[in-house]
């Protein structure tokens, strides 16, 4: 097995985000630049920059990423937001999960492996409506992304959506038609999901999962391990309020794994109680 180090650069770094998934590993430093461990494409490295060190990320234009203040990685795409409220996305492109309403690649590609080429080697910028405003808050899984935007909190959601997780009130059961540019997630036919303050880190799962400004936890998409709802159905295309254990709410901080999520709950300023969920 190989870790990544920081030998070459002479020292340690000092991380305030650290995001890590299958192919590579994502950092985010004091100084809003972006490093980035392991992979090629999917990391947006080039084929002679595979390495297992951390290293600033560049791409193949000689960009480097500063001024981000948030990271995160999917299943084999990654994505940054700036401190202007702009989210780029690279990566691996199938089921849509770059937001800009094809599953092509977006450049020139490259697949190591012989595999399908949907690798976007350079960041592109997700079709978020002009409406939608800044974008405050991002989160990646395994073949979709979503987006936090606006003063009113609304929540986009796009890619894959076999079991309801971009939340556009439709289940695509066959698999065959994902969501090819962000669609505003809904609670009812005419009404959005709205005062969302920021989604649940969730990189393995086909289930989304929000926190609003009141700090109620509204999730859909997988429900066979019942992380949605108690409803019985195996899959949600609308948000549900999810039911924690008595006593955890506020909460601090969430995070879903693969069939479960746990929770940091908030008390008197200081996370004490920790509780996983899986029913």
Known sequence: THYPTVDSLGGALRFSQLVTDRYFTLGLDDEQKVWVAGGTGHSGLTTANHHNEFRPLTFPD??????????????????????????????????????????????????????????????????????????????????????????????????????????????????????????????????????????????????????????????????AHGLVSASGSIASAVPYATQLTTGLEPIAQAVIGWGHMCVVAQANTLWDKLSCEDH
């Open 62 to 223: 000689g960009e480097t990423w500063e001024g981000m203040v948030a990271i995160d990685v999917g299943n084999q795409h990654g994505c940054a937001l700036s401190a202007e409220g702009v989210m780029h996305c690279w990566g691996h492109n199938d089921y849509g999960v770059l937001g800009v309403g094809t599953t092509d690649a977006q450049t020139a590609t490259f697949e190591p492996d012989g595999s399908s080429a949907f690798t976007s080697t350079i960041p592109v910028t997700p079709h978020l409506p002009e409406e939608a405003g800044a974008v405050m808050s991002i989160v990646t899984s395994v073949d979709h992304s979503c987006a936090v935007t606006g003063d009113a909190g609304h929540v986009y959601c796009w890619g894959r959506n076999h079991k309801g997780q971009v939340g556009t009130g439709e289940v695509d059961t066959g698999d065959t038609a994902p969501v090819l540019t962000p669609s505003l997630v809904m609670t009812g036919p005419d009404t959005p999901l709205a005062g969302v303050v920021s989604l649940v880190d969730n990189s393995r799962s086909s289930a989304t999962c929000a926190l609003d400004a009141s700090n109620t936890l509204y999730c859909w998409g997988d429900n």
